[in-house]
């Protein structure tokens, strides 16, 4: 038996959960050791007379070996609790995944990241503000994570694969289902440049049970959990709450008043939530846990520089050559361009040392 072998064994062993493979794992290391010491589980206070006696009698093996034999099939990598590349935030709430199935690129599961939740049935303000905070995060370095639905989730996942962040999709089903089909196009993308993630045997189908779990891993592999779009009672806000527990940042966006859609992120700003309005202030919330990767430090004081290569970042800088620091509204006016092309532009800016901003949303050249 193999780590991969020993981990289907647990998972498939009635009366084990993640609980409990965390309590295995943190005792022995990986579920190789643990496993060949069951006869000892009960003995050492990790579990049950009734669960060690079950895993004996071998219950699991035909459901573990279909398992294997399907995962193998389709080629998929697994990412083990118990070894070294496992993300250790992950690893650190109290019922990690056992392992996870991936396509992609792992190594964006140790890059700092921060997840962005909301409405399937997303507003255009929601839709645009999502694609665009998750551009500016990703920009500056941030690995953006979602759960790959319609709405919210897609266009933070699409804002995410603009930048060097990336994105990671976490799915609430078989890593051989695309669901819904019509992100089979956003599909193609996270698989060639993002990576996708699940924790379920291939072949699971989308079940309303499965996706509160999927939440805990969105929410439990990020910093914090921006809320862009949420009604009262929506999963988006089941997500706040597991960050919450996980002793993560909730991050919300305010919306208009008298749209359901937005209540839940008035609710979470009144709980005590950030309230946050660009990728810049999530940026500066996490500065002292990140330190240079966000927000470098400023370049010191001399010329201005020339003027930049890019050729939406000229426009603004010729904007702001006039002296006088200008509203952020100022600028989505004279360049006739969204307001969240505007802030994705002006914060590669400002990491760049370009601009500064200044109180109240204006902007000035950096000098």
Not at 66 to 95: M, V
Not at 156 to 162: D, E, P
Not at 249 to 276: E, M, W, Y
Not at 357 to 365: A, H, I, S, T, V
């Amino acid at each position: 038996m193999d780590e991969f072998g020993a981990s289907l064994a647990l998972r498939h062993t009635s009366g084990l959960g993640p609980r409990t493979w965390k309590r295995l794992l943190v005792h022995y290391g990986d579920a190789l050791a643990a496993v060949s010491d069951f006869s000892s589980w009960t003995a050492r206070g990790l579990v049950s007379a009734r669960v060690q006696a079950e895993f004996a009698r071998g219950g699991w093996r035909e459901k573990a070996e279909a398992e294997r034999r399907r995962a193998e099939s389709f080629g998929f990598f697994t990412i083990f609790l118990g070894h070294n590349a496992y993300p250790e935030l992950l690893r650190e709430i109290p019922d990690p995944p056992l392992f996870l199935y991936y396509l992609g690129d792992p190594t964006l599961l140790n890059r700092p990241c921060v997840a962005v939740v909301g409405s399937r049935a997303a507003s255009r303000y929601g839709l645009d503000m999502a694609e665009s905070i998750s551009a500016s995060l990703s920009a500056a370095g941030i690995c953006v994570v979602s759960g790959f639905a319609q709405g919210i989730d897609r266009a933070a996942h699409q804002g995410a694969l603009r930048g060097v962040g990336g994105t990671i999709a976490v799915l609430g089903t078989g890593l051989d289902l695309v669901y819904p089909a019509s992100n089979t196009d956003l599909w193609k993308q996270v698989s060639a440049h993002g990576l996708i993630v699940s924790e379920f045997a291939p072949g699971t189908r989308p079940e309303g049970m499965n996706f509160p779990h999927r939440n805990r891993i969105v929410s439990g592999l990020s910093l914090g959990v921006l809320v862009v779009e949420g009604a009262l009672g929506s999963g988006s806000l089941i997500t706040a709450e597991l960050a919450l527990a996980q002793n993560r940042d909730v991050f919300a966006l305010p919306g208009p008043a008298n749209l359901k859609t937005h209540q839940g992120c008035h609710q979470l700003i009144r709980q005590g939530a950030c309230l946050v309005q660009s990728g810049e202030d999530i940026l500066r919330e996490l500065q002292p846990r990140l330190g240079a990767l966000v927000m470098p430090d400023a370049p010191a004081p001399g010329p201005r520089r020339r003027e930049p290569e890019d050729p939406e970042q000229r426009v603004v800088y010729r904007l702001l050559e006039g002296g006088e620091p200008l509203h952020v509204d100022t600028l989505v006016r004279r360049t006739g361009w969204a307001a969240g092309k505007v802030s994705s532009t002006l914060l590669f800016m400002e990491l760049q040392g370009i601009v500064k901003q200044l109180p109240g949303m204006y902007y000035d050249l950096a000098t």
